[in-house]
């Protein structure tokens, strides 16, 4: 693999200055890094979701039990 030389602030308008920076940019991994951060991000607040809703459900479905068991007593 190449080595890197490096650059200083009068090389920027060098044409091998492009070519390095082209070749060896991290464009792939920060698109790895954001493409992951979504899925998590996204998995995350899914995970979430589900928890309350499935929390919400258990406890309508104990409400509505103990609403049975005293229409059931009452009568």
Sequence with gaps: MKQL???NDNDY???EF???AHRF?????SCDAGVGGFILVTLGCWFHCRY???KLRIQERTAREG???V???TT
Excluded: K, V
């Design 5 to 7: 030389r490096e650059f």
């Design 13 to 15: 308008n060098h044409p």
């Design 18 to 20: 492009f070519a390095d």
């Design 25 to 29: 940019s991290r464009m792939r991994r």
């Design 52 to 54: 309350n809703y499935a």
């Design 67 to 69: 609403i049975q068991s």
């Design 71 to 73: 229409c059931q007593q």
